[in-house]
Protein backbone atom coordinates (compact mmCIF):
# COMPACT_ATOMS: atom_id res chain seq x y z
CA UNK A 1 0.00 0.00 0.00
CA UNK A 2 2.84 2.06 0.27
CA UNK A 3 2.98 3.18 -3.41
CA UNK A 4 -0.95 3.79 -2.86
CA UNK A 5 -2.27 7.85 -2.84
CA UNK A 6 -5.81 8.52 -1.71
CA UNK A 7 -7.83 11.27 -1.52
CA UNK A 8 -10.77 11.18 1.73
CA UNK A 9 -13.44 13.84 1.98
CA UNK A 10 -14.94 15.01 5.26
CA UNK A 11 -11.96 14.40 7.23
CA UNK A 12 -11.66 16.28 9.89
CA UNK A 13 -13.35 14.23 12.36
CA UNK A 14 -15.26 11.46 12.82
CA UNK A 15 -15.40 8.62 10.01
CA UNK A 16 -13.12 10.61 7.75
CA UNK A 17 -10.52 11.47 10.28
CA UNK A 18 -10.14 7.90 11.36
CA UNK A 19 -10.73 6.80 7.74
CA UNK A 20 -7.33 8.97 6.48
CA UNK A 21 -5.15 8.07 9.70
CA UNK A 22 -6.42 3.92 9.55
CA UNK A 23 -5.14 4.14 5.42
CA UNK A 24 -2.24 6.32 6.67
CA UNK A 25 -1.21 4.11 8.91
CA UNK A 26 -0.80 1.09 6.04
CA UNK A 27 1.87 3.53 4.16
CA UNK A 28 -0.91 5.09 2.20
CA UNK A 29 -0.49 8.96 0.93
CA UNK A 30 -3.66 10.14 2.02
CA UNK A 31 -5.04 13.54 0.90
CA UNK A 32 -7.23 14.49 3.60
CA UNK A 33 -10.09 17.10 2.74
CA UNK A 34 -12.24 19.48 4.61
CA UNK A 35 -13.23 22.79 5.30
CA UNK A 36 -12.29 22.47 8.90
CA UNK A 37 -8.95 23.83 8.99
CA UNK A 38 -8.19 22.83 12.46
CA UNK A 39 -9.49 19.47 12.22
CA UNK A 40 -7.46 18.57 9.26
CA UNK A 41 -4.59 19.86 11.58
CA UNK A 42 -5.05 18.17 13.73
CA UNK A 43 -4.50 14.73 11.96
CA UNK A 44 -0.96 13.03 11.65
CA UNK A 45 0.91 12.05 8.81
CA UNK A 46 -1.58 13.18 5.60
CA UNK A 47 -1.46 15.70 3.29
CA UNK A 48 -4.18 18.08 3.99
CA UNK A 49 -6.19 19.83 1.79
CA UNK A 50 -9.05 23.31 2.75
CA UNK A 51 -12.10 22.74 0.55
CA UNK A 52 -15.83 23.47 0.45
CA UNK A 53 -16.77 20.53 -1.46
CA UNK A 54 -20.62 21.57 -2.07
CA UNK A 55 -18.74 24.29 -4.49
CA UNK A 56 -18.94 22.09 -7.44
CA UNK A 57 -16.85 23.89 -9.87
CA UNK A 58 -13.57 24.29 -7.52
CA UNK A 59 -13.58 20.08 -7.28
CA UNK A 60 -11.65 20.36 -10.16
CA UNK A 61 -8.67 21.85 -8.01
CA UNK A 62 -8.08 18.72 -5.78
CA UNK A 63 -5.62 15.88 -6.86
CA UNK A 64 -6.92 13.33 -9.43
CA UNK A 65 -4.01 11.17 -9.35
CA UNK A 66 -4.98 9.29 -6.31
CA UNK A 67 -5.70 5.75 -6.45
CA UNK A 68 -8.16 5.30 -3.96
CA UNK A 69 -11.33 7.63 -3.04
CA UNK A 70 -13.11 7.64 0.05
CA UNK A 71 -16.52 9.53 -0.40
CA UNK A 72 -17.51 10.16 3.32
CA UNK A 73 -18.68 14.47 3.43
CA UNK A 74 -21.55 14.58 4.96
CA UNK A 75 -24.58 16.95 6.98
CA UNK A 76 -27.75 15.89 8.41
CA UNK A 77 -31.00 18.23 8.73
CA UNK A 78 -34.11 17.05 10.77
CA UNK A 79 -37.61 18.36 9.44
CA UNK A 80 -40.65 16.76 8.27
CA UNK A 81 -41.04 16.88 4.30
CA UNK A 82 -43.62 20.18 4.44
CA UNK A 83 -41.33 21.66 6.42
CA UNK A 84 -38.05 21.03 4.91
CA UNK A 85 -35.90 23.81 3.42
CA UNK A 86 -35.60 23.22 -0.19
CA UNK A 87 -32.13 25.55 -0.49
CA UNK A 88 -31.34 23.05 2.59
CA UNK A 89 -32.38 20.00 0.31
CA UNK A 90 -29.95 21.00 -2.70
CA UNK A 91 -27.12 21.67 -0.33
CA UNK A 92 -27.08 18.33 1.09
CA UNK A 93 -28.07 16.19 -2.42
CA UNK A 94 -24.92 18.85 -4.17
CA UNK A 95 -22.61 17.76 -0.73
CA UNK A 96 -23.56 13.93 -0.67
CA UNK A 97 -24.51 12.79 -4.28
CA UNK A 98 -22.80 15.29 -6.82
CA UNK A 99 -20.07 15.87 -5.26
CA UNK A 100 -19.38 12.26 -5.25
CA UNK A 101 -20.07 11.81 -8.78
CA UNK A 102 -17.89 14.54 -9.52
CA UNK A 103 -14.41 13.68 -7.80
CA UNK A 104 -15.12 9.60 -9.47
CA UNK A 105 -15.48 10.97 -12.84
CA UNK A 106 -12.05 13.40 -12.32
CA UNK A 107 -10.21 10.51 -10.20
CA UNK A 108 -10.99 7.62 -12.47
CA UNK A 109 -9.06 8.60 -15.97
CA UNK A 110 -6.24 7.91 -13.44
CA UNK A 111 -7.68 4.41 -12.10
CA UNK A 112 -7.78 3.27 -15.60
CA UNK A 113 -4.62 3.91 -16.70
CA UNK A 114 -2.62 2.46 -13.78
CA UNK A 115 -5.36 -0.55 -13.95
CA UNK A 116 -6.24 -0.34 -10.22
CA UNK A 117 -8.09 1.67 -8.19
CA UNK A 118 -10.74 1.78 -5.23
CA UNK A 119 -13.79 3.85 -4.90
CA UNK A 120 -15.54 3.45 -1.51
CA UNK A 121 -18.71 5.13 -0.87
CA UNK A 122 -19.70 6.12 3.21
CA UNK A 123 -23.37 5.63 2.58
CA UNK A 124 -25.51 4.50 5.57
CA UNK A 125 -27.78 2.85 7.03
CA UNK A 126 -30.31 5.62 5.19
CA UNK A 127 -28.99 4.16 2.26
CA UNK A 128 -30.85 0.96 2.51
CA UNK A 129 -33.57 1.93 5.00
CA UNK A 130 -36.01 5.27 5.18
CA UNK A 131 -36.53 7.42 8.46
CA UNK A 132 -38.65 9.73 8.62
CA UNK A 133 -37.47 13.75 9.19
CA UNK A 134 -34.40 13.14 6.90
CA UNK A 135 -35.89 13.61 3.15
CA UNK A 136 -32.74 15.02 1.72
CA UNK A 137 -30.23 12.66 3.73
CA UNK A 138 -31.84 9.30 3.05
CA UNK A 139 -32.68 10.91 -0.78
CA UNK A 140 -28.80 10.94 -0.95
CA UNK A 141 -27.28 8.16 0.45
CA UNK A 142 -30.24 5.90 -1.70
CA UNK A 143 -28.67 7.79 -4.64
CA UNK A 144 -25.00 7.39 -3.82
CA UNK A 145 -25.91 3.62 -3.20
CA UNK A 146 -27.09 3.36 -7.58
CA UNK A 147 -23.82 5.63 -8.14
CA UNK A 148 -21.66 3.44 -6.58
CA UNK A 149 -23.07 0.47 -8.23
CA UNK A 150 -23.09 1.94 -11.74
CA UNK A 151 -19.23 2.42 -11.17
CA UNK A 152 -18.29 -0.95 -9.94
CA UNK A 153 -19.80 -2.50 -13.15
CA UNK A 154 -18.29 0.16 -15.39
CA UNK A 155 -14.62 0.15 -13.45
CA UNK A 156 -14.45 -3.97 -13.18
CA UNK A 157 -12.41 -4.29 -16.95
CA UNK A 158 -10.06 -1.51 -15.18
CA UNK A 159 -9.29 -3.29 -12.29
CA UNK A 160 -11.60 -0.32 -10.66
CA UNK A 161 -14.00 -1.57 -7.47
CA UNK A 162 -16.53 0.05 -6.04
CA UNK A 163 -18.10 -0.21 -3.06
CA UNK A 164 -20.65 1.44 -0.01
CA UNK A 165 -19.78 1.19 3.81
CA UNK A 166 -23.54 1.18 5.47
CA UNK A 167 -23.23 2.02 9.23
CA UNK A 168 -25.65 2.81 11.87
CA UNK A 169 -25.54 5.91 13.67
CA UNK A 170 -21.76 6.63 14.45
CA UNK A 171 -20.03 8.50 17.56
CA UNK A 172 -19.60 11.96 15.73
CA UNK A 173 -20.04 15.47 15.81
CA UNK A 174 -22.58 14.87 13.07
CA UNK A 175 -24.62 12.41 14.99
CA UNK A 176 -24.01 14.30 17.99
CA UNK A 177 -25.45 17.07 16.32
CA UNK A 178 -28.87 15.77 15.35
CA UNK A 179 -29.47 14.69 19.55
CA UNK A 180 -31.14 17.91 19.88
CA UNK A 181 -32.49 18.34 16.62
CA UNK A 182 -34.29 15.52 16.88
CA UNK A 183 -35.25 16.38 20.95
CA UNK A 184 -36.95 19.41 19.56
CA UNK A 185 -39.02 17.14 16.76
CA UNK A 186 -39.69 14.56 18.98
CA UNK A 187 -40.18 17.13 22.49
CA UNK A 188 -38.09 14.87 24.05
CA UNK A 189 -34.78 14.28 25.79
CA UNK A 190 -31.38 13.85 24.07
CA UNK A 191 -30.76 10.92 26.21
CA UNK A 192 -34.39 9.75 25.64
CA UNK A 193 -33.68 10.57 21.69
CA UNK A 194 -30.35 8.15 22.02
CA UNK A 195 -32.22 5.40 23.72
CA UNK A 196 -35.85 5.69 22.14
CA UNK A 197 -35.17 7.19 18.42
CA UNK A 198 -31.20 6.13 17.39
CA UNK A 199 -31.31 3.22 18.89
CA UNK A 200 -34.42 1.44 18.81
CA UNK A 201 -34.38 -0.03 16.03
CA UNK A 202 -30.73 -1.52 16.59
CA UNK A 203 -30.28 -4.77 18.18
CA UNK A 204 -26.64 -3.85 19.65
CA UNK A 205 -27.25 -0.83 21.80
CA UNK A 206 -24.65 1.50 20.90
CA UNK A 207 -23.10 4.12 19.15
CA UNK A 208 -20.46 2.72 16.60
CA UNK A 209 -17.14 4.07 17.17
CA UNK A 210 -15.27 5.42 13.84
CA UNK A 211 -12.27 2.93 14.01
CA UNK A 212 -14.75 0.62 13.55
CA UNK A 213 -15.91 2.14 9.84
CA UNK A 214 -12.46 2.66 9.23
CA UNK A 215 -11.42 -0.89 9.58
CA UNK A 216 -13.64 -1.66 7.15
CA UNK A 217 -12.65 0.97 4.48
CA UNK A 218 -9.00 -0.50 4.92
CA UNK A 219 -10.48 -3.67 3.90
CA UNK A 220 -12.07 -2.51 0.92
CA UNK A 221 -9.03 -0.70 -0.27
CA UNK A 222 -6.26 -3.65 0.39
CA UNK A 223 -4.87 -6.98 -1.07
CA UNK A 224 -8.06 -8.92 -0.68
CA UNK A 225 -10.42 -7.07 -2.01
CA UNK A 226 -9.95 -7.39 -5.97
CA UNK A 227 -13.01 -9.01 -5.98
CA UNK A 228 -15.41 -7.11 -4.15
CA UNK A 229 -17.25 -4.92 -6.04
CA UNK A 230 -20.53 -3.31 -6.31
CA UNK A 231 -21.68 -4.26 -2.59
CA UNK A 232 -23.11 -2.56 0.49
CA UNK A 233 -21.52 -3.26 3.67
CA UNK A 234 -23.83 -3.20 6.97
CA UNK A 235 -22.67 -1.95 10.59
CA UNK A 236 -25.38 -1.92 11.83
CA UNK A 237 -25.75 -3.58 14.79
CA UNK A 238 -28.78 -5.56 13.47
CA UNK A 239 -30.89 -2.70 11.96
CA UNK A 240 -31.93 -4.56 8.88
CA UNK A 241 -32.17 -7.82 10.17
CA UNK A 242 -35.27 -6.96 10.99
Known amino acids: ?9 GAA ?3 GAACAQRLAADGVHVVAVD ?18 LSDLERLSDLP ?3 DILVNNAGVQQVAPVEQFPPERFSYILRLMLEAPFRLIRQT ?5 GAGWGRVVNISSVH ?21 SKVVALEGAAHGVTSNCVNPAYVRTPLVTAQLADQAATH ?5 EVLDKVLLE ?17 AMLCGPASASITGSSFVLDGGWTAH
Open 1 to 9: METRRALVT
Open 13 to 15: SGI
Open 35 to 52: FDRAGLDALDGVETVVAD
Open 64 to 66: TDV
Open 108 to 112: LPHMY
Open 127 to 147: GLRASPFKAAYVAAKHGLEGL
Open 187 to 191: GLSES
Open 201 to 217: PVAVKRLIEPAEVAELV
